[in-house]
């Protein structure tokens, strides 16, 4: 064991994360072909409309803002008593959240187009499912 990391890890590493993009990447089509959606593009940044542009703005913002805030709380503190609310990975965590329920409850309420949203929705369930299961489990038992 060099360093703390055992021979394979590199291999179960590439091995963990092919499987895990092949996994999202078949449920998303399937949710796209039951819900008759049009594939959207990887980096899009669609605006629904401009209200929707000001409020997502808004929560960019505003998250930035918190985020800055957090790394000036937490720097002050001892490293072994941060608050991990204010940790960046738990903040970007709810800003995915907030986003993305803000998206699909604009697609939702003002656009009609209640197939995105409950698009936009499962596929936030399945990063949130994801995400839980990976951590309760230690990563499935594999690192």
């Not at 505003?62 to 000036?72: N, S």
Request: proline content about 2%; some cysteine.
């Amino acid at each position: 064991m060099m360093y703390g990391v055992y021979p394979y890890f590199i291999l179960q590493l590439i091995v963990t994360i092919t499987v895990i993009i092949a996994l999202w990447c078949s449920i998303t089509y399937l949710l796209r072909k039951w819900l008759n959606i049009s594939k959207e593009s990887l980096l899009s940044n669609h605006q629904l409309n401009n209200e929707y542009n000001h409020i997502n703005w808004s929560i960019r913002i505003l998250f930035l803002l918190i985020m800055i805030t957090g790394f000036v709380i937490n720097l002050e503190r001892d490293p072994f008593e941060r608050f991990k609310f204010l940790e960046p990975f738990f903040l970007l965590f709810i800003y995915l959240l907030v986003s993305q329920i803000t998206g699909a409850f604009i697609q939702w309420k003002y656009i009609g187009n209640r197939n995105v949203a409950i698009y936009i929705l499962s596929r936030l369930f399945l990063v949130i499912a994801f995400i839980i299961s990976f951590i309760i489990t230690n990563a499935w038992g594999l690192f």
